[in-house]
Every structure is written in structure tokens, then in C-alpha cells.
């Protein structure tokens, strides 16, 4: 009975975890969804080099930039190419690798050589050895034979790998300065990777050359011969030392006393962070020009009511004039450079009008300054004009409005924007859009009007320093007075201006240039005061600055 019984409970649990089963089965499974492959992390590929895996990593070059979604290591992909040269040279039996992105050269070099060895670089060929007879390609490094010499204690062959690798416009092998301050880029997105595997070769007696060819050096921007070193920040960044650069017409020579990755790296005179700077400067020399031409433009005010003569000389009336242009255009200046020019279309064009007008005027009014000058000084003789100042005016005033008038109906003015090689935006504003209407009214212009302020100024120097020597006793004293009237006059016609053409001769000059002709106003202060409110020793000399102003008058109004 208790057998039955047992059997029966037995029986029982058997069916009820039968039922059991089946309801388990009967019931969907949930899987985890498999994760999806991200070979931009650096880590699937590592230490895989055939075909399939190097292009396969060589995705990342295009999926890791500063506008993609990629989860992307770089430290990790940089190591990956890095420690491929490696496998070359220590791994792999093939001699030459051609893909889209990449080129090798792989050979065994006796270290008992004696000459140089030349390879050519071509980006679109693999890297292969030339005779020092053939002709010597456009791309190409020498490796000389003092490296190999210096090899021959150790070993009696050495493999060298060569390849040419294409990065691509993304983020790999930027380095921390390229992508954060928006520095530069390497020039064609090509390195050139000299290795002897594991071998470190650096501090050559004889550095090893490397030619890369470009058309001519681009404009506003420095070319920089650079390896990639591995030893800086936390993922690598590009270096220049050990290398010296040699810029030519059809190409620049790279002279490095190492071997890694090393490429040519193009970077623009005027980057971001220098736009800023020299933006803050002209600001900043601006601001304080503009206090002094109102200081300027009070004394002037002061002095009409209390000094007779003031109503009728034209000298002060055109110094007074070139003061308000000049406030007028740093209130332009400031209020462009603080405008969003991504607003308003409208609002755009009128600042640019604006700006662009008083910007003629200024110029104009330079050369009507030189003009009086040439007039007072030089010609002397038969210089009165009827209505004289009126006159000045119609022009200083009205020729800027003609032009600008042209040159809005040309539809030239909008949003202007300055550009590095890799078409970054350094800086924004209301300006021109259109660069023919700024080549011609801006430079032309400028041109014109710089050249006859130079010619009369040079003149009036000649004459300054002409009768200085012809003055008896205090003859060195005489010239300081002269050269001080000069730099003054110098103020006056704009003088600071034609440091702009010297900007091209680099990055120093446009700092000189951004600071002295934002303080214009202010050295036309300083020329008011010493000319209007002159010691009595000035006043009794017959060389100082006052003397120049006071031995005409032309208005006869």
C-alpha cells in the first residue's frame, strides 16, 4: 500500500515537472542583442594587419572627425598604425602593400653601403629605390649612408620599411593642437613612415631628407616640417624638433635627424587664436584712439571760441575733420566686430556701407592733408583758392559716397568671412562678399592715395631737414626738431597705414600693424597739442612744428 502510494507521488511529481517543462519551452526566449562592432575603438583590430583588418581601421580616418557620431579612441587607432610600421619590418614577408590609403616598401639594405640611398614618395605609387643617376621625382627622401654606418657593429643588415599613408580629413594624427585650437592641417593629409622595426635610430650625425611638392607655398600660411611624437600629451601630438624645414618654389625640404611618421603640416598665419588676439588689440588701440580724438575734437572746439585765428585757418578745420572720420570709423570698427553678421541681411549691408564709407573718408581725408601740406610748404606760391575748405569737403565727404553708392548697386557688401586652408572660419563681419569691388575701392584706393601722401611727405622732408642744415648753431638739435615734425606730419597723412604692406612678411608685422594704426588717434592728439599749444621756446623757434602751420593761411572763404 505504501509502495502504491510512493509510486504514485512519484508519478505525480514526474507530471507535474513534465507540464512544468513544456510551459518553459512554450514560453519566447529573450536573446541580448548582440552589440554592435565598433573597430574605431582601437581594440578589435590590434595586431592585425592583413587586408581585410587595415581597411577595415582605415574607416576610422573618414567616421572620426570633430562633426561625427563615431565613439572613436585615438590613442588606441594612432598605436595601431604606429606598431604596423613595426609588423613590417619585424612580421610580414610581403615587400610591398598597394591599397587606396596606403603604400609600402619593404626591403633588406646591407649597412655596408657606399652612397646614399634615394626613394621615391609618389602618393599614388608604391615607394620604390632610385640610382642616383635617374631622375629625381617630385616626392622623394635620401637616407644617407652614414646611417647605415652607424648600424654596422650590430648588424650587417637591417630591413627598412617605407610607406605613405593617407589619414584623411578626420580627427587621426591631428594632435591635440590641430583639433582643439583649430591650428592647421597636414599638408594633403599624407604622412611618409620610415622604420626599422624596433631598431630606434635618432640623433643622426647626417639628417635624412624629405621632399614633399606642393605648387608654391600657399597665402598667409607657414609650412612646418613635423614627426609624430609619441611621448606627447596623452595620445601623441606632432613635433619639430630634430627637423629643420627648407622652403623652396616647387617643393619643401624636410631635414630630420630621426626616423617614425613624419609629414609637412600647413597651418595659417592668421588662425583663430591669432584673429582673436590682433581683434582684441585694434579693439582695445581703438577704444583708447577714440578718446583721444574726442580729447581732439573738444580742444579744437575750445580753442575756436578762444582763439581768433581758429575761424578762419584751414589747417586746424582738416585735422579737425580727419578726427572725426577717424572716431567715426573705430565706432564702425567696434560695432561690426560686436554685430552676429549672421542676422538681418539688410542690417549686414548697411553695416558694411557704413564701415566701408568711412573707411574712403578716412583715406581721402589723408590725402587732402597731404595735399595742404604740399600747398603750405612746397608750393607756397600762388596757393589761394576761393572757398577752399568747401571745396576740400565736397571731395572728402562726397567721392567716399560715390563710391560706396557704385558699389552697393553692385550688390558687394554682406557676410565676410576669413577662411584657414581647411576652409575653418577665423573670423566673421559685415564686409564685402564680392572680392573685386574690395580689390579695387579698398587696395586700389589705399594704393593711390598712400603713394601721394608718401611723395609729399618725403618732399616736405627734404625740406624740413634742407633748412635745418642751412641754419646756423644748434644743428643737431634742429634735426631732432625736424624728425619729431616729420613723425608728427607722419600721423597726419596716415603714415601707419602703409604698414599693411608689410603684413606679408609674417605674423610679427601684422601685430605691428594691428597695434600702431589702431593708435592713430591717439599720435593725432599728441600732434594737436604740441602744434596748438606750443611752449614759448617753440613759438620763438624757426624750425619747430607750429612754424610750419603758422607761415600760410589759404582760406579766403
Known sequence: MVTRRVLGALLLLLLASGEETAIDKSKPTTVPP????????????????????????????????????????????????????????????????????????????????????????????????????????????????????????????????????????????????????DDGSVLNNRLVGLSLGRMRVSELAEPLEITFSHPHQPPNMTLTCVFWDVTKGPTGDWSSEGCSTELGAEGTVCRCNHLTFFALLLRPILDKATVQALTRISQAGCGASMIFLAFTIVSYTVLRFSRQRFKSEDAPKIHLTLSVCLFLLNLAFLINVGNDPKGSKDTCWVLGAIFHYFLLCVFTWMALEALHLYLLVIRVFNTYFRHYFLKLSLVGWGLPALMVIGTRSANSYGYYTIHDKENRTSLELCWFHEDTALYITVHGYFLVTFLFSTVVLSLVGWKIFTLSSATAGKKQWQNWKGLLTLLGLSSLVGMTWGLAILTPLGLSTIYVFALFNSLQGVFIFCWFIVLYFPSQSDVSSSSGPARIEQTHTMSQE
Open 34 to 181: 548582440e552589440q554592435p562592432r565598433n573597430t574605431c575603438h582601437g581594440l578589435l583590430n590590434m595586431g592585425q594587419y592583413d587586408n581585410f583588418y587595415l581597411e577595415d581601421t582605415a574607416e576610422c580616418f573618414k567616421k572620426c572627425g570633430p562633426l561625427e557620431n563615431e565613439s572613436c579612441d585615438l590613442g588606441n587607432l594612432q598605436r595601431y598604425w604606429l606598431d604596423y610600421e613595426t609588423h613590417l619590418v619585424e612580421n610580414s614577408t610581403e615587400e610591398k602593400m598597394d591599397l587606396s590609403f596606403l603604400k609600402t616598401f619593404v626591403k633588406n639594405f646591407s649597412t655596408n653601403i657606399s652612397e646614399d640611398l634615394h626613394f621615391s614618395l609618389t602618393p599614388s605609387q608604391i615607394p620604390k629605390q632610385l640610382m642616383e643617376d635617374q631622375h629625381k621625382t617630385p616626392d622623394r627622401v635620401r637616407l644617407p649612408r652614414s646611417l647605415f654606418a652607424s648600424l654596422q657593429s650590430s648588424k650587417p643588415e637591417v630591413r627598412l620599411a617605407i610607406s605613405i599613408l593617407d589619414i584623411g580629413s578626420g580627427s587621426l594624427f591631428k594632435g591635440p593642437q590641430l583639433s582643439l585650437k
